[in-house]
């Protein structure tokens, strides 16, 4: 059995060996003991505490690095300027966007340096979205099969809406990092953050106005940072 422990807003804990991965061994028990949706809500509350990775390794202060709820909420927001001549669903979008990265209240922020391997980190991922639609199935059944099959909407990318959240996921990423290198230049944080190898993401991005969203921001970054 494992030993959950609190450890950056998120769940740290240690498998005995020859144990495999599940959401309830992470989950305190305090939390399997309470009904549904109550439990759900409490596990929402990790995305809110737990900071994303990504920011940590490369410097950025610990108060000042946004929560995996923070990330998704602004891509929710930014649903809302779906472009209709594309016949996207904004609604669907923010669902979406709000469930895309859901399963790391569990499994956490990995980043590709960690030892938990790609494939493992989908099927924690997959594992933890099943068991949160499970416990919601008898509180609410269509909330329960839109939970689930929104995020597997997004992680195999079978809709536009979930291709077009896929941008946003990128373009919140190079917003956030131009943010944190004002950030530096203001001295809000320290000159050893260094962010600049980031900007491949821009490459990445295939909708034509989160492109040009993008280009304003490069435009923006250009006014301050000199690579």
Same mark, same amino acid.
Request: with cysteine; aromatic share 8%.
């Given at each position: 059995?494992? $030993?959950?422990?609190?450890?950056?807003?998120?769940?740290?804990? %240690?498998?005995?060996?020859?144990?495999?991965?599940?959401?309830?061994?992470?989950?305190?028990?305090?939390?399997?003991? !309470?009904?549904?949706?109550?439990?759900?809500?409490?596990?929402?509350?990790? +995305?809110?505490?737990?900071?994303? $990775?990504?920011? +940590?390794?490369?410097?950025?202060?610990? *108060?000042?690095?946004?929560?995996?709820?923070?990330?998704? @909420?602004?891509?929710?927001?930014?649903? +809302?300027?779906?472009? =209709?001549?594309?016949?996207?669903?904004?609604?669907?979008?923010?669902?979406?966007?709000?469930?895309?990265?859901?399963? #790391?209240?569990?499994?956490?922020?990995?980043?590709?340096?960690?030892?938990?391997?790609? /494939? =493992?980190?989908?099927?924690? *991922?997959?594992?933890?979205?099943?068991?949160?639609?499970?416990?919601?199935?008898?509180?609410?059944?269509?909330?329960?099969?839109?939970?689930?099959?929104? @995020?597997?909407?997004?992680?195999?990318?079978? %809709?536009?809406?979930?291709?077009?959240?896929?941008?946003?996921?990128?373009?919140?990423?190079?917003?956030?990092?131009? *943010? @944190?290198?004002?950030?530096?230049?203001?001295?809000?944080?320290?000159? /050893?953050?260094?962010?600049? /190898?980031?900007?491949?993401?821009?490459? !990445?991005?295939?909708?034509?106005?989160?492109?040009?969203?993008? #280009?304003?921001?490069?435009?923006?970054?250009?006014?301050?940072?000199?690579?």
């Amino acid at each position: 059995m494992s $030993t959950p422990v609190i450890s950056n807003g998120g769940i740290n804990f %240690s498998l005995k060996s020859g144990s495999q991965w599940t959401p309830e061994f992470v989950i305190p028990a305090e939390l399997l003991k !309470l009904p549904a949706p109550l439990s759900f809500f409490h596990i929402l509350r990790y +995305l809110k505490t737990q900071k994303r $990775t990504g920011w +940590l390794v490369r410097g950025v202060k610990q *108060e000042n690095a946004e929560s995996i709820s923070d990330h998704m @909420y602004r891509m929710a927001v930014m649903c +809302l300027l779906a472009p =209709e001549e594309d016949e996207l669903n904004s609604r669907k979008c923010a669902i979406i966007a709000l469930v895309h990265d859901l399963a #790391e209240a569990l499994v956490g922020d990995l980043t590709p340096d960690d030892p938990v391997g790609p /494939d =493992e980190k989908h099927r924690r *991922e997959r594992e933890t979205m099943a068991y949160l639609a499970s416990t919601l199935k008898p509180v609410n059944e269509k909330a329960s099969i839109v939970l689930f099959e929104s @995020y597997l909407e997004y992680e195999k990318q079978s %809709s536009a809406e979930a291709r077009f959240v896929k941008d946003l996921d990128k373009f919140e990423f190079l917003l956030q990092t131009v *943010e @944190y290198e004002r950030d530096v230049k203001e001295g809000i944080e320290s000159n /050893d953050v260094s962010l600049k /190898d980031f900007m491949y993401a821009a490459k !990445l991005i295939k909708s034509p106005l989160v492109k040009d969203w993008t #280009e304003q921001l490069m435009n923006e970054r250009k006014t301050f940072v000199r690579d």
